[in-house]
């Protein structure tokens, strides 16, 4: 394993155990460390990865694959992936395991009210980090952003589409503003 590789797999090893919410509540993380810290991708690398991850079917879990494969090619892929979802598999067939033992119990019921607000909370910086990566350049350009960010949020929350309409506007406004 190449010493890129290996980093990979600890970073996500590490991460894994904290994405209360699913990868997606992970994002801030995983881009304070790639892109702040490491410098293995850029903001607009980053944002375009995640967006194709986003875009493409299947879980959203894709995304860690993508940073390992741009770092570290195959041996990143397989390292970011066996890293991430390793423990958290472990983690989830024991907790599985102790749900069905415990249910009907108060403390449990508790436990997953508590944790509801964290994951939300996780996911909302998700998109706040996703957008800030996103509204790099000139007053107009930020604005334009914003305003997609905006309109967005507010046509998955309001309408039955599938999200994938949003991305493929998106795509096609950013299309446009390039010419």
Known sequence: ??????????????????????????????????????????????????ALAAAAPGPNVLFVAVIGWHVAGAQGLAASLIGFLGPTFVLSWAVATLTQRLAGDWRLAALRSGLVPVAIGLILATGLVTAAAA????????????????VSTLFVWRSRYSPIWTLLGGGLIGLALLR
């Open 1 to 50: 394993m190449t010493p890129e590789a290996w980093d990979i797999f600890v970073f996500f090893l590490k991460l894994s155990l904290l994405a209360v919410g699913g990868a997606n509540a992970a994002v801030p993380e995983m881009h304070r460390e790639v892109v702040d810290l490491r410098h293995w991708m850029s903001d607009e690398t980053f944002s375009q990865g995640y």
């Open 135 to 150: 509204a790099r350049g000139t007053a107009t350009e930020v604005g334009v952003a914003i305003l997609i960010t905006l």
